[in-house]
Nanobody, 125 residues
């Protein structure tokens, strides 16, 4: 039974920081592409960042230089460190996993097999 459980969301002021975590279980975590997605009200779910089994990372242009994705294979946990948060970062954040390499299609949400339930991030100005 595959399970992804996010935590770490909350409310912060603009310029603040949060670290999201995603605990994974039920599959060979280290061999999957892991991604973070977000969805704001009335908008489509969009890719934020992804990390491959070899540790290579990809980021959306909107978060480059502010967000850092990482993982701890020993703990089966994925992280998203979010710094210099902006009001436009407000969204529900989801972690996701897919068996293939992240590659150039890491933003394609339909390719991800497993999803967490989401954690809310709210940034006030």
């Amino acid at each position: 039974h595959v399970q992804l459980v996010e935590s770490g969301g909350g409310s912060v002021q603009a310029g603040g920081s949060l670290r999201l975590s995603c605990a994974a279980s039920g599959y060979t975590y280290s061999s999957y592409c892991m991604g973070w997605f977000r969805q704001a009200p009335g908008k489509e779910r969009e890719g934020v960042a992804a990390i491959d089994s070899d540790g290579s990372t990809s980021y959306a242009d909107s978060v480059k230089g502010r967000f850092t994705i990482s993982k701890d294979n020993a703990k089966n946990t994925l992280y998203l460190q979010m710094n210099s948060l902006k009001p436009e970062d407000t969204a529900m954040y989801y972690c996701a996993a897919k068996r293939d390499a992240c590659g150039m299609t890491w933003k394609w949400r339909n390719l991800y097999t497993y999803w967490g339930q989401g954690t809310q991030v709210t940034v006030s100005s």
